[in-house]
């Protein structure tokens, strides 16, 4: 089995493989104070609610945009599983071309995006990755990264305005019925979440304008499901698709490890 391991600013999100099908997910906070055995002892009670083991994990691919907790999941790899992992980065192959600025500014999470978005969709590819910021990739059909845009995400703009007013406060991430609320809680809802839906949409218009208006829209993310819900600008949903491209990177790597 392959434990996949995506490091993202708010949540780890962890994924076991047996071969191609995804058989259990987790998702942790993101703690940079937390050492390599405390992640390791939660990942000792997790697998087994799963049915998995530690003796069940052959191999370890890893994405992260923390990398005080790039080494953290390395040394958890080489203790506990006695494995050394895959990090995505430089010198991996990916099949992507990435022709940013400075390749090495892209977030590894952002080619993981592209490589299983290219390969399950094609392209032209708009990918929108609603996390902790709300990302938007550009990947031609000649499977090259053009770039991108980075947004505030949902729970970001959220909290902002519980910490910089002084007279509003934290509500739940919902969309309300209306967008002409009536209350302070649906009001917030309707500016953060639904005024994030117009500004998803409004984007993705600007990305088929350069990339091409037969470019597919492909959404993920941990709130995916809250924006997919009130728009109709997807082409496809796929919550899992950093977990699944770790694993597509993985095994284009096998053979040169």
């Known amino acids: 089995m392959l434990l996949a391991l995506d490091i993202g600013n708010t949540s780890v999100t962890l994924g076991v493989f047996q071969g191609e099908t995804l058989k259990a997910t987790w998702r942790l906070a993101t703690d940079t104070r937390r050492m390599p055995d405390e992640y390791g002892v939660t990942l000792l009670n997790l697998l087994p609610m799963r049915g998995v083991s530690l003796s069940d994990i052959k191999a370890v691919a890893i994405c992260s945009v923390v990398p005080p907790l790039t080494q953290v999941f390395t040394e958890l790899c080489e203790s506990f599983l006695h494995i050394k992992p895959l990090l995505v980065g430089a010198g991996i192959r990916t099949g992507i071309k990435v022709l940013y600025d400075n390749p090495r500014d892209v977030g590894a999470d952002r080619i993981v995006d592209a490589v299983a978005g290219y390969r399950l969709y094609g392209g032209p590819l708009i990918i929108v990755d609603f996390g902790t910021p709300t990302v938007f990739d550009a990947i031609t059909a000649q499977a090259e990264y053009l770039g991108g845009a980075i947004a505030p995400g949902l729970r970001v703009a959220a909290e902002s305005l519980f910490t910089a007013t002084s007279q509003l406060r ?36 600007r990305f088929k304008r350069e990339l091409g208006q037969e470019a597919r829209v492909l959404a993920t993310g941990s709130l995916v499901n809250l924006i997919a819900r009130e728009t109709q600008v997807f082409d496809a949903v796929s919550p899992d698709l950093t977990l699944i491209g770790l694993r597509m990177i993985h095994d284009m790597n096998q053979d040169h490890r």
């Open 170 to 205: 934290r509500v739940e991430l919902a969309a309300p019925p209306v967008a002409i609320a009536r209350n302070t809680v649906q009001s917030i809802q309707a500016g953060v979440v639904l005024g994030h839906v117009e500004m998803v949409e409004g984007m993705v218009r």
